[in-house]
């Protein structure tokens, strides 16, 4: 196999693209699809300072890097969700990418700073663990990002995660959703603007970027996600995508420049009435923002291990009721 661009010897075929790359041809390719989605989208102006959410994971420390290198002015952030051994290594990894190459990096501790982890969020809610960890992970990147004068936050949404909630929104014609799913989510008051700069890479491309580019990134997944329908969507899409390479670029991107608009009416109408939380000032539809109440909730409750709230589902919920609220909605 040779690369489709210096005829020599090629480490990996990207089929939907018709193309063979050699390491460095494959680097160049990832910069520019990075660098493609950026422009296009209007994601980035030159001089703005960028938060990127990071989890330690392929995504999130490939995009990190990919920004570092096309030269933006970039932060990492990453919150202790306290979610057992895995947020103990997303925490190292993210950390130990930081202290490689001198970047710059904030560091929340759930636990530590607010008195709670996901894990007994979830046992006292009685609800997914995603549902606590979406509200958190949200409105601390959010205030991180207004607090801190970024003009930007970068997630690690790549094109395999976007198909995917697309699917789903389509299958259960989540109209309100599919009216904000968008690589740009623009800044209003009390929100940031959030970029997906991922979109136009595979969870496989950015896998090989970071082996390429010798990034030590967290292979394993949250063990909350187990059993969700957003694997299930990826699953299905992957065997489609093999058969028809490209379907998923075209899906998506099809979407966004044939159907998106259609929805944005409903998307509007679901974010009418926001107004200040009454404790943080946050962006809600109740006196209380959603995040306070959590806090206010959970934060003197007696610690949940993890094992524990995995082995008794029915305190966070049965595997497939965990994870109905783990939508990669953006607000
Ligand atoms: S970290 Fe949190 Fe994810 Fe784990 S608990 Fe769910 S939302 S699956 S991206
Ligand atoms: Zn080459
Ligand atoms: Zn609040």
């Not at 939907?16 to 910069?31: E, Y």
């Not at 703005?48 to 920004?67: M, N």
């Not at 530590?112 to 509200?135: F, H, L, M, N, W």
């Not at 699953?235 to 991107?253: D, M, Q, V």
Request: aromatic fraction near 6%; hydrophobic fraction near 35%.
């Amino acid at each position: 196999m040779k690369c489709t661009v210096c005829r020599g010897p090629a480490i990996i075929d990207l089929r939907r693209h018709n193309a063979n790359f050699c390491g460095d041809h494959f680097l160049k390719f990832c910069r520019d699809q990075v660098a493609k989605a950026i422009s296009q989208h209007d994601m980035i102006a030159p001089g703005q300072r960028v938060l990127v959410a990071v989890s330690g994971g392929k995504d999130s420390l490939a995009l990190w890097d990919l920004l570092v290198e096309l030269g933006y002015d970039v932060e990492g952030m990453t919150i202790g969700l306290g979610i057992g051994d895995y947020s103990d290594a997303s925490t190292a990894a993210s950390v130990a990418f930081a202290e490689s190459r001198g970047l710059p990096l904030r560091r929340i501790d759930l636990r530590g700073d607010y008195g709670y982890d996901i894990p007994t969020a979830a046992a006292v809610t009685r609800r997914v663990p995603c549902s606590s960890c979406g509200t958190s992970k949200r409105h601390l990147i959010d205030s991180a990002a207004l607090d801190g004068g970024f003009d930007v936050v970068a997630t690690g949404h790549n094109l395999d995660d976007e198909a995917a909630v697309l699917l789903g929104n389509v299958l259960h014609w989540h109209t309100a959703y599919l009216g904000r799913q968008a690589p740009v989510l623009p800044g209003r008051d009390g929100f940031p603007r959030k970029v997906k700069p991922l979109v136009r890479l595979s969870e496989r491309e950015t896998a090989a970027y970071c082996v390429v580019r010798g990034i030590d990134y967290i292979v394993d997944e949250c063990p909350m996600a187990e059993g969700n329908r957003h694997l299930r969507y990826k699953e299905a899409l992957n065997s489609i995508e093999a058969a028809s390479p490209g379907t998923k670029h075209a899906f998506y991107f099809e979407f966004l420049d044939k159907a998106a608009d259609r929805f944005r009416p409903e998307a509007a109408e679901a974010q009418e009435g926001l107004r200040p939380c009454a404790t943080c000032g946050s962006p809600t539809t109740a006196d209380v923002c959603a995040f306070c109440r959590l806090v206010d909730r959970v934060s003197d409750a007696d610690p949940v291990p993890v094992e524990l709230l995995r082995a008794g589902r029915g305190r966070g919920g049965n595997a497939s009721n965990r994870n109905k609220n783990r939508t990669k909605v953006n607000r």
